[in-house]
């Protein structure tokens, strides 16, 4: 059974950055398409970023293109999540999923497998 820990989460201003780390244990997450979500209380959970293990694609929400990049390390097995150029509107929490799909749906939660239990960011001056 795979399971995921987020970590990395915290109060930052507006244009600072953070980086946010998901651990996998149980399995291995190469074989998986993994994502970062967010949710922002009393708001659906928005898929941001995604990497499909069919081809290694990466795809990122309009919202933080250009600011936010996933990575993953295999032999880690771990992803991450680095975000540039903070928004107040970036304040949620950020969950790390995980699909049994080679090539699910892009960003839709409901298509993801396994998620973590998230962590807190605050984007405040």
């Known amino acids: 059974q795979l399971q995921l820990v987020e970590s990395g989460g915290g109060l930052v201003q507006p244009g600072g950055s953070l980086r946010l780390s998901c651990a996998a244990s149980g399995a291995a997450l190469a074989q998986y398409t993994v994502g970062w979500f967010r949710q922002v209380p009393g708001k659906e959970r928005e898929g941001i970023s995604c990497?499909?293990?069919?081809?290694?694609?990466?795809y990122y929400a309009d919202s933080v293109r250009g600011r936010f990049t996933i990575s993953r390390n295999n032999a880690e097995n771990m992803i991450f999540l680095q975000m540039n150029s903070l928004k107040p509107e970036d304040t949620a929490v950020y969950y790390c999923?995980?699909?049994?799909?080679?090539?699910?749906?892009?960003?839709?939660?409901?298509?993801?497998?396994?998620w973590g239990e998230g962590t807190v960011v605050t984007v405040s001056s």
């Open positions: 990497i499909v293990r069919k081809d290694g694609s990466l």
């Open positions: 999923a995980a699909s049994t799909s080679s090539d699910p749906p892009l960003l839709i939660p409901r298509f993801m497998d396994y």
